[in-house]
C-alpha cells in the first residue's frame, strides 16, 4: 500500500509508466469522456423532456445538468476506478491529500477563490464578451446562468450534486490526465495545454445555447483551468483545488438556481 501522498507523485508515476502499467491512452480517454458523457446525457435528457412534451425541451435541458451530472460523474468514476487499479494505486490515492498539509491547503484553496476565480471569470470574462458577443451586455439565451428546476431536483442540486461533480472533476483533469500526460509528453506545458483545453471545453456542452454562448463558455474558463493545474502541479495535491472547487459549484446552486 503506498503511504498518503506518494502513489501520486512523478517518480511513483514514471516508475507505472516505464513498468507498462500506465496505458498512454488513459489520460487522453479520460480527457475526452467527460464532454462525450456530457453531450451523451445532456441529449439522453432532451430526448425524455420531449417525450413527456416539455416546453421548450432544449432549453429545459440546459436547466438539468445539475442533475444528470451525477451520471456522468458516475461513469467517470467507473473509468478512473479500472484505470487505478490498472495502475495499483487506489481512487483515493489521486487525491494525495496529506494531513499535515490540511491547513495549507485549506488557504491554497481560498487563495484560488478569491484570487484566481473572479480574475478569471470577471476580469478576463469581460474580454472574452467582446471577443464572442462584440458587446459588454450581450443577451444571454435563457437557461444558460439563471436555472429554475423543481424542488425536489433544487434540492438535489443543492445537497448532493455540487461535491460529486467538483470532485471528479478535479479528480478526472489535474489527478489522474495532467501528471501522466506530464509524464508522458515530458512537458509540463503541453499537458497543461490539453487538460486546459478538454476542461474548458466541457463547459461550452453544458448549455448547448448557441455558438457564440458555447465559444464564451470555452474561453472564459481557460486561464482558471490553466491556473488549476499550475497550482496542482506546483503542490502535487488535489485537496486545495476540490476545496475551491466545492466553494464555486455550491455558490452556482445556491444564487443561479431556483424553484419552479
Known amino acids: 500500500m503506498n503511504p498518503l501522498g506518494t502513489a501520486n507523485s512523478p ?8 513498468e507498462g502499467r500506465i496505458p498512454r491512452y488513459g489520460p487522453w480517454l479520460m480527457l475526452v469522456a467527460r464532454p462525450a458523457l456530457i453531450l451523451l446525457f445532456h441529449g439522453l435528457t432532451f430526448l425524455l423532456l420531449r417525450q413527456f412534451n416539455v416546453a421548450d425541451a432544449g432549453v429545459a435541458a440546459r436547466h438539468w445538468f445539475s442533475v444528470y451530472g451525477t451520471l456522468v460523474d458516475l461513469g467517470c468514476l467507473a473509468l478512473l476506478l479500472w484505470l487505478t487499479r490498472r495502475e495499483g494505486i487506489r481512487l483515493l490515492d489521486l487525491v494525495g491529500f496529506v494531513k499535515s498539509k490540511l491547513k495549507t491547503d485549506i488557504l491554497i484553496g481560498l ?37 429554475t428546476l423543481p424542488l425536489v431536483a433544487v434540492l438535489y442540486s443543492r445537497l448532493l450534486w455540487w461535491p460529486l461533480w467538483s470532485f471528479t472533476e478535479e479528480l478526472v483533469y489535474n489527478g489522474y490526465a495532467l501528471p501522466r500526460l506530464v509524464a508522458m509528453t515530458r512537458s509540463p506545458w503541453l499537458a497543461v495545454a490539453a487538460v486546459s483545453f478538454f476542461y474548458s471545453l466541457q463547459h461550452s456542452f453544458l448549455s448547448l445555447a448557441t455558438f457564440e454562448h458555447a465559444a464564451y463558455m470555452f474561453l472564459i474558463f481557460i486561464p482558471l483551468t490553466v491556473g488549476m493545474a499550475l497550482v496542482y502541479l506546483r503542490v502535487r495535491r488535489l485537496t486545495p483545488l476540490i476545496l475551491a472547487h466545492w466553494l464555486m459549484d455550491l455558490t452556482n446552486v445556491l444564487f443561479m438556481l431556483q424553484v419552479g
Open 11 to 18: 517518480e511513483a508515476i514514471q516508475t507505472r509508466l516505464a
Open 111 to 147: 487563495g484560488v477563490l478569491v484570487l484566481l476565480f473572479p480574475l478569471a471569470m470577471f476580469v478576463f470574462g469581460r474580454l472574452v464578451l467582446l471577443v464572442t458577443y462584440g458587446t459588454l451586455n450581450p443577451e444571454f439565451p435563457e437557461g444558460t446562468f439563471m436555472r
